[in-house]
């Protein structure tokens, strides 16, 4: 029947051939428990359970996955949304995967969170799978200024400064800022920071009353921090505390108020003087600049205290001046910048116009180079002074200036004597108000008036800073002025004399000479 079953014979060969029957052919009902649902689907896909941390206050991009080998993914679907946070819509990104972002709520704080989602196919939807989220978080790192200053603030104003709040740690640092009295708080005063956010406020200071105030910005969520805070009331002009001295200068006794105005605008002055001085009636001080105003004793050489009333700027205040006995100058006193005519000081000798000549000081008074009163060397800053053109009532000093910046400003001091606690004499600078400056280049000039005639004055020139700070000067020089009419008339007749006495003395001898046979 089939080759080589002739050698298959006897029992064994039709048992061997009875097996081989049955494992070929199929048992009865077989074939109809195999293909009886030839059509049935596959399953959905399997999704995956998912495991997050996310830091307090930022969003996370979570992945989704799933498991399929019969039909492809179609997307994802959130079954249970999260306890407190918030998820975007899942975005699928083929084959198999997803994405959806998580934004933990605002305030949350360290805890845990979940959702669950589901995975659909074209078998199905998926069972859900949870996805875990774990929020963690680092301590918060509060930064507040450590000061704030709020400077002069006029009578009747206010000023306003920023202060800003930030946090640079983790976590959320809140809390309310509360202010000293004098100042307030625009808005809502409570602060909410998250990771790296900054608050910004509005701090205003209004002050009650003239004079200084000081005090702390607390942080109730951060009692650690503090923020000083610092201004002054102030009048809108600044006047001389305590009392003016009247120096003695040229025969006289004078001096001057220094008034600053405070206000953005220009004041017109009203001066009032006692019965002892007199001063200008008026005067005009600059926004935010200042005036000197020249007070002068009048009447008796006597020691007397009076005042001078400053009217301006919806204000009106008095400044005491004080003014000592007037000190007769001797032959001893020479060295005193004061001195008569009858003493004989050493003067500045100058040749033309006085711009650059010899230099000498005053007896009594530091050379260039030396130290001076206020620790500065004199001269130091300057190649010359000169004093030239005397009359009866001016004179001009100039000076050149090695490299004057011409931001700067510059002005005429004259020196003064008032009589200490023991009645001795101690010299002053003083600045001279009467002075008409003029800066050209290196050099500068001023001409210098109302000085009174037949004295010796002691001058020198300052150059100041853009803060009003003596920064260079010259040495002290003294000026004469001349005396009018009397001082030149003795010496005309000398020279007459002398001139007549000559012609006399000739006439004798050229008549003895005649008489002895002398042509």
């Not at 003087?273 to 001063?279: F, N, S």
Request: include cysteine; charge should be negative.
């Amino acid at each position: 029947m089939f080759p080589g079953t002739s050698k298959i014979s006897g029992k064994w060969g039709k048992w061997l051939l009875v097996c081989l029957l049955v494992a070929i052919l199929p048992a009865p009902g077989m074939g109809q428990a195999k293909f009886a649902y030839p059509n049935q689907p596959p399953p959905p896909p399997e999704p995956y359970p998912v495991n997050v941390e996310v830091a307090r206050g930022q969003a996370v991009w979570i992945k989704l996955s799933a498991y399929s080998l019969t039909s492809p993914i179609g997307r994802f679907r959130i079954k249970r949304p999260p306890k407190g946070g918030k998820l975007g819509t899942p975005q699928f990104v083929p084959p198999d995967s997803g994405l959806v972002r998580y934004e933990p709520p605002a305030g949350y704080g360290p805890g845990e969170d979940d959702f669950s989602y589901t995975v659909q196919s074209d078998a199905g939807v998926s069972a859900p799978a949870d996805v875990h989220i774990k929020v963690t978080d680092t301590d918060p790192v509060f930064l507040a200024p450590s000061d704030i200053e709020f400077g002069d603030v006029l009578a009747g104003q206010s000023a306003t400064k920023a202060l800003q709040l930030q946090n640079i740690g983790g976590g959320l640092a809140e809390g309310t800022v509360q202010v000293p009295v004098g100042w307030s708080v625009e808005g809502d005063a409570s602060y909410h920071l998250t990771r790296g956010q900054t608050q910004n406020f509005n701090i205003t200071f209004t002050p009650t009353k003239e004079g200084t105030f000081t005090g702390d910005i607390a942080y109730t969520g951060n009692p650690e921090r503090a923020t000083d805070l610092n201004g002054r009331e102030v009048a809108p002009l600044g006047l001389p505390e305590g009392t003016v001295e009247l120096g003695q200068a040229g025969g006289g006794r004078l001096g001057t108020i220094h008034v600053e105005n405070r206000t953005g605008t220009t004041q017109e002055l009203k001066l009032t003087a006692g019965a002892h001085v007199e001063t200008d009636g008026t005067a005009e001080a600059p926004a935010k600049g200042a005036v000197d105003i020249v007070v002068r004793a009048t009447g008796d050489d006597g020691e007397f205290q009076d005042r001078v009333t400053v009217e301006g700027a919806g204000m009106m205040a008095d400044v005491t001046v004080h003014a000592p006995a007037l000190v007769i100058a001797t032959a001893e006193a020479a060295s005193t910048p004061s001195a008569t005519p009858s003493a004989t000081p050493t003067r500045t000798e100058e040749a033309g116009n006085g711009a650059g000549g010899a230099e000498s000081s005053a007896p009594g008074l530091p050379p260039p180079g030396e130290e001076s009163e206020e620790g500065m060397q004199t001269g130091d800053m300057i190649m010359a002074l000169g004093v030239g053109n005397v009359s009866q009532n001016e004179a001009e000093v100039s000076a050149n200036f090695k490299g004057a910046p011409a931001a700067r400003s510059y002005r005429v001091e004259f020196q003064t004597v008032a009589l200490d606690a023991q009645g001795m004499p101690v010299a002053q600078w003083t600045p001279y108000p009467d002075a008409t400056m003029t800066v050209n280049g290196q050099s500068a000039s001023a001409q210098v008036q109302h000085l009174a005639p037949g004295q010796m004055y002691v001058m020198r020139l300052v150059g100041l800073d853009g803060n009003g700070a003596v920064i260079e000067r010259t040495a002290a020089s003294g000026v004469w002025t001349a005396q009018p009419g009397r001082r030149w008339t003795w010496q005309w007749a000398l020279v007459a004399a002398a001139g007549f006495g000559g012609v006399w003395i000739w006439r004798r001898w050229r008549a003895s000479n005649t008489r002895r046979g002398y042509r």
